[in-house]
């Protein structure tokens, strides 16, 4: 039974905490909602700051998800600067950085993960840099410019969206990859490739197969990137770029179940009935393909802003998405819907050399997956496909002249 009076806390102001307050609004939640964030600033867009925002084509007011007068207009008492850190169950209470306590009846934690830094020598000098909040994207910007060089430890997104901002910008870029490929845990190998050869022609220099041991300093600031083989690449300052763990250690802590986050359902519940997790932080199933996973991306966090607002407020659950990102580098949009789980056939559609061409993941002929790249028809009707689960024709779909229309016929 939906209480509309109920008090919900949210803690984290980001994608996922933003959506969920305003949806709670929207939906007709009455009773009060307490928004806590950590950073000094309301809930904004995380993808502009390796992309526009980077690159100077996005102003700071852009990334905003909604005015900062919403919050008070539609009585949100947003609590910036304020770190959640004990959750105390049995007393349905969060302690607060600042000291004080907050009593809630619905807890939803919506704290996103964070940039996994290397535990490595020098790791600490100035110029060692990640790419997490605006506060980490303005300190990028200000180090990238027109001659300077930077060093990017790590080739998937975000190292790659960087790259092609710094390039823009003008700054040398390389590129290190632990990794044989680029893109190597999360996009086929055709992918790889394609934005390997692409990045080249634009001047970016890649170092594959490479481990990076430490970092070399000179008065406290970072001169270069050391690799395993004894090699030193020379910087002005390092992106690091490797990857993201969840901020689930409130809920850890509290006996929540967790794995690789907090574990949820369809309504996005924990396993504590009055907490919800939603976003980044969350691990949760993907009914397409009968799994738990841990999403990265705002697609999700809005899906699960839904659902536990839905939950919430006694709506009907949402019907399930197929889960999606985007990624932009230069003037390429990569498009994926779905995850490439156990494919058993993986369809070429179109030309690499044409920057326009989508790869297909098969399995039992159900499209599993799709990566479109600069081909929006391939992923709209591939993220349809992956939620219908009805077979389609292995050979319509690697020819090009056929529409996907007819595909999907
Ligand atoms: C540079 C970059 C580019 C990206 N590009 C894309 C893209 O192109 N496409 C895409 O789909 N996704 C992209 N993403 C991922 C997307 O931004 C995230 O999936 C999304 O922001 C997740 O939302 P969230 O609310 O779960 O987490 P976040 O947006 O990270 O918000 C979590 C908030 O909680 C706060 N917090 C943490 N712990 C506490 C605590 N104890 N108390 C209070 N507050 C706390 C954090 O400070 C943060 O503000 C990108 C991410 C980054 C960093």
Redesign the pocket.
Known sequence: MSDPQAHVVI???????GSVAALLRQYGHAGPITL????PLPPYQ??P??KAWLKGEADAESLALKPVEFYGEADIDFRPS???VALERSARRVKLSDGSSLAYDILII????RAIALPAPGADLKGVLF??TAADAEALKAAVGPGRRLAIVGGGY?GLEAAASGRGLGAEVVVIEREARLLARVACEQLSSFFQRYHEERGVEFILGASVTGFQGENGHVTGVTLAAGRTIACDAVLVGVGAAP?DE?ARDAGLECARGVVVDLAAKTSDPSIYAI???AHRPLPIYGRMFRL??????LEQAKQAACDITGRPAPAPEAPW???DQYDLKLQIAGLAFDADQVLLRGDPASNKFAVFHLKGGLVQAVEAVNAPPEFMAGRQFILNRKPVSAEKLADPSVSMKEVAA
């Open positions: 803690l984290g102001a980001g994608h996922a905490g806590v964030g950590e950073e995380r993808p700051l390796s304020t770190t959640a919506a704290t996103g993960a790419l997490r975000i901020n409130i976003g980044d932080v990265e991306s705002v697609p999700n966090a990102f985007w990624s």
